[in-house]
């Protein structure tokens, strides 16, 4: 008779894990949990040495009618420099809004600004990312898109020229990474910090004013920037917010999704609570196969008692749309543009 009752196990540890998460004992409030949660992020992602080359070089400026696209390359790290687009509404009074579009999995930050990946324009109907950085230039937002690490250009060399068939480089950048005590999502968080620098420092920019939203794995990478940095005043996240156990746990989720150690401390919402009070509003499908309406649905009722904590309800927003894994904007995109505008 076989013993081995690896599925059950499993659901045991996480069962233990959710009855032992710090907040359900010793934290005597939402503030002293989120500041322990912040405290610990960090170390949880890996730590990264910072780039002394603040230079920052124009690749290229297109005129797309209603905005000026620009594509600029710049650095987070030592031996690593990276593409994004900035697009600048023509029609604003500087100083403006602005917000970081992060891209999930696909060929890079040309996906969501309406370009192929041979960088020629995408004529055909959006795909799951809905050319979004577009709709939210034409919000009058200024928008920055920057090339993720592992997709597109970036992914590895060696795959690349080994592995063509193969859309990114997450696994064998993460694998690495991990045995290094590194995760691809800390690298990832590492540059978006640095894109917070740039994009503050832009003369058309209000510093005071920008915000963030992220697709899928954009999302991820969305909230982490957000939980790290109070500079973020607004966020969308759409096609991830979730509960471990209806997420990652249940189905099969790219390794880039996986932080060591980070269900021990809590489940996905409390971290993505770290953003409570500032503005964040959740978006999903109805019919998202990876993300699951059911655990979308007990990921929202948790935030929204996190929000209720802070006295901030008001902050917190939701949409779930009749889709699959992709983004709807419906309501988020006006909801972005509208709490950037209204920020003491
Ligand atoms: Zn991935």
Not at 139 to 148: C, E, S
Not at 159 to 166: F, G, K, P, Q, R
Not at 323 to 341: C, F, N, P, T, V
């Amino acid at each position: 008779m076989n013993r081995w009752q690896g599925d059950q196990l499993l659901q045991q540890w996480y069962a233990e894990l959710i009855s032992n998460h710090p907040e359900r004992s010793s934290y005597s409030n939402i503030i002293e949990q989120q500041t322990q949660l912040r405290n610990i992020l960090p170390q949880l992602i890996g730590t990264f040495a910072t780039q002394d080359d603040h230079s920052i070089t124009l690749l290229e400026t297109v005129d797309c009618g209603t905005y000026i696209r620009k594509r600029i390359e710049c650095s987070a790290s030592p031996y690593s420099y990276f593409a994004a687009y900035v697009l600048i509404p023509k029609q604003i009074t500087a100083p403006a809004p602005a917000v970081i579009a992060v891209h999930g999995h696909g060929y890079g930050s040309r996906e969501i600004v309406g370009l192929l990946p041979d960088g020629k324009p995408d004529l055909n109907t959006p795909g799951i990312h809905q050319h979004y950085a577009i709709q939210l230039v034409n919000r009058g937002l200024i928008t920055i898109a920057p090339d993720v690490i592992g997709f597109g250009e970036r992914r590895l060399a060696e795959d690349m020229a080994n592995h063509a068939d193969i859309a990114n480089s997450c696994d064998s950048l993460s694998s690495r990474m991990l045995l290094m005590g590194k995760t691809l999502a800390g690298f990832r968080v590492h540059e978006m910090l640095k894109v917070i620098d740039i994009v503050s420092d832009m003369p058309e920019v209000n510093s005071e004013r920008i915000g963030i939203m992220g697709f899928s794995g954009g999302a991820l990478i969305a909230y982490l920037t957000a939980a790290l940095d109070q500079r973020i005043r607004a966020t969308v996240l759409t096609g991830f917010p979730n509960t471990y156990q209806n997420s990652i746990l249940h189905i099969h989720h790219c390794i880039c999704n996986y932080i060591p150690g980070q269900a021990l401390y809590a489940d996905l919402p409390q971290w993505i609570g770290l953003i409570a009070p500032r503005p964040l509003f959740v978006e999903a499908g109805r019919h998202d196969r990876i993300f699951p309406i059911q655990g979308v649905q007990k990921a929202i009722a948790q935030l929204q008692q996190i929000y209720q904590q802070h006295d901030a309800e008001q902050q917190f927003a939701s949409d779930i749309f009749e889709g699959a894994h992709e983004i709807s904007g419906r309501y988020a995109y006006d909801w972005i543009q509208k709490k950037l505008a209204i920020l003491d």
